[in-house]
């Protein structure tokens, strides 16, 4: 054995990697947890809280239709994705692909590599020598280096569990304006099931998102409904079955407002349907006429 | 094989054979009471017949990676076993470095146990996969199966757990942590039968949905022998208060949510008094939630308490000390940051026995937030009044040299050191240089030292520390630290206890990589990822080291440049036959990877039986 022989990963090798990379899908594969004044479009409006739920329920459906469509049997947490690794579709978060790519991309987005970290950092520390050792208020310069840390996947060290169960926990400090969202637990009841449960509608952002996660939450009764269209085991029934059976003629979706009232969901504003829902209900049809025009009526009554 | 190994004659006349004044039945019996897996390791190696004796009478084995060794010669050595514990995935598939469906299935473990081992009692994983088939598998292959504990695992729903409730009817044990788990419904609890009532620990604490609480307390109500009960969130005060009214002899005890809007006086003083009537209480958790106007609820139960787990319960530090000015026994804390270092302080002034703290961030994403969190100033407070001390998990974003200096100073004691500054390469916060004197002064005092994390902005003068003081250092982990290979090399070279080493995102090459070439065979293992090692280098590992395992995750077809993950063990089972497709197990030039076994092992076994003892107690003592 002689080390000498073996050929060293030099600058070229890991540029090529970086080349290769690049051509992935920055968007697609890019960590999302909880980062504040993120630019992504789709979390404008929420904070840093919220966000890693978000982000993890948006993996959690794709986890879902996953295994809908007999998958490779990954599973995915209820309402938290944070330890699934995606088959490969999309990648939002943790993706072999995307995990992989994601990494080496979020450390050689910089142009430098893997092995010029520490310089990096100790640039990066240079810069902030001037300002002194109290707590930062103004942002960090946007070097590469901190939009790289806090990107990288699996750090600081947390496990996956922990970190969801952290994010939807109520904040107790209301120093600061931003932190005015804790969780939002609504209970939803559904027609026929046996129980209740409840979902943290500061998880979500759009009514989409929201229904989605309540059709995996009860798909297992609906299942339970749909012997008519002939559907024996969870496998054979697809994503856009549990769509219509929500959303098409059987049920629809109510909540409670502030003032007792019971609304269809998705007449007003997402912000305006979180400040005052109190608790949802997934209704039969038949029992939900005549609800949506009441709805409209208490949105122009109240602006 | 097995009677190639028993009958076999040693080349050398062994002198002990022709004098040994105990019978096979009485050694085995003597040496059955030995507990300890090292002592055990060393009784096998005395001669044959204790070697014989002891993997006959033990019962219960401890495997520290799933891969170093196969179901069929784990059973063969060991006949008798009732009680097995396996680790799987590589730690760092905490924090998902590893992809889904890497493997560390337990159902091939299963198929051979049922054959086996029909009489195992207990099973206890830990970041393994497991799904419900595997679950209602052992559900009815196990008659007398008592305890399973699942801890990190994956891939099975609650429908498994209602396998299990169902069926396996001398259940003491089911504990459930932490795991990525399909919570389907609350009706699982409802499957242990009417007639069960043997169950000692439950713990489902991170279930997410809620559970049917008409029949856990019913199961609550007929178990009487119930020591740990941990429920989940859902669980609520006032369900909570009727728990306890028919279990006050728990030992162990996590709440669900410790809020509820509007608790009337009645039902207040109903919970101070089932909170009071459990005398026994040593642990407490859970707490989701908590409300402050509610914690004093939790005083009487804290007389005993010896380890308190509030890392769920984001506190601040006025209402923890008011807490643990009653907890005057504690032993273990753990807290989130919000306490911060007043917390900590108030930790160092009611808890003089502490041995344990481990300070959880409540926002470890949040950029913005130093000034929030637990400093340097809160971990010297602590180390003051907690001499004791010897386990830290402490999670910060500002750290200095001198204070870990001092904290090592006052608590000489440690063992294990875990430091997580959570900004990467972060340097000390006051001088601006980097860590490498905090953690030169951990190991430089802390003799006894088996577990230590690094973190911050760290040259190779960190790692010269170590490869110099730690000389009884077991377990390393480190990230985004180091300047070149001499520091990993400074490692391997100069800790004789290291077992398991995990790196990433550090400078170190293919260099360093080979320059532990001696070292591999004798540690469980090494995972290095987003260094600088290449697919050359792996190949050179796997070709120079044969019994190793050299197992790259890699990008979809690249098989050249750059390897980005890479997993190193040692191991008798030969390359696994289970790697997925993104995984590149190496083989070395000898492994015929068809037969799974490795033509290597076998001809140790055929050639020279004392090299097997020593070989498999190697591993067997260190997995």
Redesign the interface.
């Known amino acids: 054995?002689s080390?000498t022989e073996?050929?060293?990963?030099s600058m070229e090798?890991?540029e090529?990697?970086t080349k290769r990379s690049a051509g992935l899908n920055l968007k697609a594969t890019e960590l999302r947890?909880?980062?504040?004044g993120s630019e992504s479009p789709e979390r404008e409006g929420t904070n840093?809280?919220s966000a890693?739920l978000k982000g993890l329920l948006s993996g959690a459906k794709r986890g879902f239709s996953d295994a809908i469509d007999g998958g490779?049997?990954?599973?995915?947490?209820?309402?938290?994705g944070?330890?699934?690794?995606?088959?490969g579709k999309d990648g939002v978060?943790?993706?072999?692909?995307g995990?992989?790519?994601g990494?080496?991309l979020a450390?050689s987005a910089a142009p430098n590599c893997?092995?010029q970290?520490?310089n990096?950092?100790?640039s990066?520390?240079k810069e902030s020598?001037p300002q002194s050792?109290?707590?930062?208020n103004e942002?960090?310069p946007q070097i590469s280096?901190?939009a790289a840390?806090?990107q990288?996947?699996?750090?600081?060290?947390?496990?996956?569990?922990?970190?969801n169960?952290?994010a939807s926990?109520?904040q107790?400090?209301d120093a600061d304006a931003e932190a005015k969202s804790g969780c939002l637990y609504v209970k939803v009841s559904m027609e026929g099931a046996p129980?209740?449960?409840?979902v943290d509608l500061n998880s979500f952002s759009t009514y989409r998102e929201l229904s989605s996660a309540l059709e995996k939450m009860f798909s297992?009764f609906t299942i339970s409904q749909c012997g008519a269209y002939g559907v024996s085991s969870r496998e054979n029934l697809s994503e856009s079955r549990l769509m219509d059976l929500l959303h098409g003629s059987e049920y629809v979706l109510t909540y409670e407002d502030k003032d007792g009232d019971w609304m269809l969901v998705g007449d007003v504003p997402w912000e305006m349907f979180t400040d005052s829902c109190k608790r949802l209900r997934i209704m039969k049809s038949s029992e939900a006429i005549g609800l949506a025009p009441r709805a409209m009526e208490k949105c122009k009554s109240r602006t | 094989m097995e009677c190639r190994i028993r009958k076999k004659e040693s080349p050398e006349p062994n002198i002990l054979n022709q004098a040994s004044p105990f019978p096979d039945e009485v050694l085995e019996r003597v040496l059955g009471m030995v507990k300890s897996r090292k002592d055990r390791s060393s009784v096998s190696l005395v001669c044959k017949e204790w070697y014989n004796a002891e993997r006959w009478s033990r019962r219960s084995v401890f495997i520290g990676n799933c891969y170093s060794v196969s179901p069929e010669i784990l059973t063969r050595r060991f006949p008798n076993i009732r009680s097995v514990t396996l680790k799987g995935k590589p730690r760092f598939s905490d924090f998902n470095l590893v992809p889904a469906n890497w493997g560390a299935d337990i159902r091939s473990w299963l198929v051979v146990f049922a054959d086996k081992y029909p009489l195992l009692e207990e099973l206890r994983l830990k970041r393994m996969t497991v799904s419900d088939e595997s679950l209602e598998f052992l559900a009815l292959s196990f008659p007398y199966f008592k305890a399973l504990s699942l801890l990190s695992c994956d891939g099975f729903s609650t429908d498994g757990l209602a396998a299990i409730a169902t069926s396996c009817k001398n259940l003491t044990e089911l504990d459930i942590q932490e795991n990525g788990i399909d919570d389907k419904s609350g009706n699982w609890l409802s499957c242990f039968p009417e007639s069960f009532t043997s169950l000692e620990v439950l713990n489902f604490a991170n279930l997410p949905n809620d559970v049917n609480s008409d029949a856990l307390e019913k199961l609550v109500s007929r178990c009487k022998s119930l020591k740990t009960l941990k429920v989940n969130r859902s669980v609520t005060l006032e369900q909570l208060q009727r728990l306890l009214v028919r279990a006050p002899q728990l030992c162990e005890l996590g709440s669900g949510s410790f809020s509820e809007d509007d608790l009337t006086a009645q039902q207040y003083s109903e919970i101070e008094s089932a909170f009071n009537n459990c005398k026994n209480l040593h642990t407490l958790s859970g707490l989701w939630d908590p409300a402050e106007q509610y914690l004093p609820l939790l005083y009487p139960a804290c007389t005993n308490l010896t380890f308190f787990n509030l890392s769920y319960a984001p506190l601040d530090g006025d209402d923890l000390a008011k807490l643990l000015v009653h907890c005057p026994n504690l032993r273990r804390l753990w807290v989130v940051d919000t306490v911060e270092d007043k917390g900590l302080e108030a930790v160092g002034s009611h808890c003089p026995l502490l041995e344990e703290l481990r300070v959880f961030p409540a926002d470890p994403f949040e950029d913005e937030a130093i000034g929030h969190g637990v400093t340097e100033s809160g971990f010297v407070a602590l180390s003051r009044g907690c001499p004791r001390l010897h386990y830290v998990l402490y999670f910060c974003r500002q750290m200095t040299n001198a204070a870990v200096a001092t904290v090592v100073q006052n608590c000489p004691d440690f063992t294990h050191f875990r430091l997580c500054i959570m900004n990467p390469g972060q340097p000390d916060y006051l001088t601006h240089e980097p860590m490498d004197e905090a953690f030169g002064a951990v190991v430089k005092t802390c003799s006894k030292l088996q577990r230590l994390a690094v973190s911050g902005l760290l040259t190779d003068l960190t790692f010269e520390y170590i490869g110099k003081y730690a000389k009884n250092l077991e377990t390393l982990s480190v990230a985004f630290a180091g300047s070149s290979d001499w520091g990993m090399e400074c490692v391997l070279r100069g800790c004789p206890k290291l077992r398991k080493l995990e790196i990433r995102d550090c400078p170190f090459g293919n260099a360093a990589l080979l320059s532990g070439l001696e070292r591999y065979e004798s540690m469980r293992s090494l995972w290095m990822s987003d260094c600088k090692l290449t697919m050359n280098g792996c190949r050179l590992l796997a070709k120079e080291m044969p019994r190793l395992n050299v197992e790259v995750i890699k990008e979809e077809g690249c098989y050249e440049g750059p390897a980005q993950r890479v997993y190193v063990y040692r191991s008798v089972a030969g390359p696994r036959r289970d790697a997925p497709s993104f995984v590149l197990a190496h083989c070395g030039p000898h492994n015929a990877r068809g037969s799974g076994k490795g033509s290597t092992t076998w001809s140790i076994v055929c050639t020279m039986q004392p090299y097997l003892v020593c070989y498999m107690r190697g591993y067997f003592q260190n997995l």
Not at chain 1, 33 to 36: A, E, F, I, K, V
């Open positions: 054995m080390v073996v050929p060293f990963p090798s890991s090529n990697f947890l909880g980062l504040p840093g809280f890693p490779s049997g990954n599973w995915v947490l209820s309402g938290n944070g330890s699934e690794m995606g088959s978060l943790f993706s072999p692909r995990g992989a790519a990494n080496s450390l893997n092995n970290l520490t990096m950092a100790s990066v520390v020598v050792p109290k707590p930062l942002k960090k280096a901190p840390k806090a990288v996947v699996g750090w600081p060290p947390i496990r996956s569990f922990r970190k169960s952290m926990q109520p107790k400090d129980y209740l449960r409840k297992c």
